[in-house]
């Protein structure tokens, strides 16, 4: 996600005294080589221009475009920092991408150069992968999304359920590409659901 913010349209905007922009019914828009890569909108927010630190409020909805695939963010509140790189929200938060959608009461998106782009989310669950997968829903205290590999790994009673059968697990890492399970930890499988 290097990403460098060109754009940023507003109906009203107002200064505060701390090198703080405030803003209404805005949207926020990053492009990356004059392809649109992020779009924001939100009911209102504010930037400090001091830090880069980005706030919006209010229905927030967002885009964003990685190696080809677009995914969709809606929280009631996104804060981020146009630095790092990093965008969170400590509200309910709906990440959806392709046929796959994570409900969770918190999201944090960051990028590291071992690992690429992460999404971590708290108190989450999923419904299907994709079209073609034979994982149906799943939830665990934490789900971490590697969307640059394709692979999901979640932890802290974790639940996963496949076909007719459903894993309870402490951790389970999952290849979104190879539809299969990697690595699970103290797993119990109920059959025949």
């Keep these: 996600m290097a990403i460098s913010y060109n754009a940023f ?43 880069q630190d980005i706030n919006l409020i209010g229905d927030v909805k967002g885009q964003f475009i990685l190696d080809g695939e677009t995914f969709t963010l809606i929280a009631k509140s996104l804060n981020g920092n146009l630095v790092n790189k990093s965008i969170s929200s400590k509200d309910n938060t709906v990440f959806k991408a ?21 999404i971590i989310f708290k108190n989450a669950n999923f419904d299907k992968i994709h079209s073609g997968s034979k994982i149906n829903k799943g939830r665990a205290n934490k789900i971490e999304l590697f969307p640059e590999k394709g692979l999901v790994f979640m932890e802290g009673s974790a639940e996963f359920y496949q076909d007719n059968m459903k894993i309870i697990t402490e951790e389970i890492h999952y290849d979104l590409n190879q539809d299969r399970i990697l690595k699970s930890i103290n797993a119990k499988i109920i059959n025949n659901l």
């Design 9 to 51: 349209p507003t109906t009203k905007i107002s200064f505060l005294d701390n090198n703080t922009i405030e803003f209404k019914n805005s949207m926020y828009v990053a492009y990356e080589q004059g392809i649109k890569k992020l779009v924001f909108k939100s009911k209102k927010g504010n930037i400090n221009l001091e830090n």
């Design 98 to 118: 392709n046929d796959m959608e994570i409900v969770s009461t918190s999201m944090k998106i960051f990028q590291t150069p071992q690992e690429g782009v992460k």
